[in-house]
């Protein structure tokens, strides 16, 4: 199986969709590669993505 790039909008839409309103545009957004494309993706696996994601793209702002 070849690499597939999605955006994590794809992966979110595909296994939960009922979290998109929860998502920002930037996060929806982010590029993901799969290494066995999304055929290959499971459910576990996608949310596993989409908790990384999610960490990755927070604000490292915090109020004191």
């Known amino acids: 199986?070849?690499?597939e790039t999605v955006?994590?909008?794809?992966?979110v839409m595909k296994w939960?969709?009922?979290m998109l309103p929860f998502f920002n545009?930037?996060?929806l957004d982010s590029m993901i590669i799969l290494r066995d494309g999304m055929s290959l993706l499971e459910p576990n696996d996608a949310m596993e993505i989409?908790?990384?994601s999610i960490c990755e793209l927070q604000d490292t702002n915090f109020l004191h």
Do not use: C, N, V
């Not at 955006?7 to 992966?11: D, F, G, M, V």
């Open 7 to 11: 955006k994590l909008a794809q992966i």
């Open 50 to 52: 989409i908790q990384f």
């Open 1 to 3: 199986m070849e690499m």
């Open 25 to 27: 545009e930037k996060e």
């Open 16 to 18: 939960f969709p009922d």
